[in-house]
């Protein structure tokens, strides 16, 4: 079964980086695009990141420049970088799949930006 499992989050300071991953089970991993969401309180999730097979890359505005989206086909993990954070990152971060019109969603792992 699909399984994607996050780790790499906490408590930083304004300014300070994070780097996340996700491990990949159940699938296909390198034939597949790999996207990183967040969740604020009170917010919807948003798309932060996504990479594809070949390793072509989208980020939200919100994020250019500051964070990077890697994957590791060998390894089946995806990282996200997160450099420069602001408050206004702090969310839940999600790693996602999408295998035949069905997103797939790990647990998730708390980012708090605050000094």
């Not at 790499?8 to 296909?28: D, E, K, M, R, Y």
Request: aromatic share 10%; hydrophobic share 30%.
């Amino acid at each position: 079964q699909v399984q994607l499992v996050e780790s790499g989050g906490g408590l930083v300071q304004p300014g300070g980086s994070l780097t996340l991953s996700c491990a990949a089970t159940g699938f296909t991993f390198s034939s597949k695009v790999m996207s990183w969401y967040r969740q604020a309180p009170g917010k919807e999730r948003e798309l932060v990141a996504d990479i594809t097979s070949s390793g072509s890359t989208y980020y939200a505005d919100s994020v250019k420049g500051r964070f990077t989206i890697s994957r590791d086909n060998a390894k089946n993990t995806v990282n996200l970088q997160m450099n420069s954070l602001k408050p206004e990152d702090t969310a839940v971060y999600y790693c996602n799949v999408v295998l035949i019109g069905r997103h797939y969603w790990g647990q998730g792992t708390q980012v708090t930006v605050s000094s």
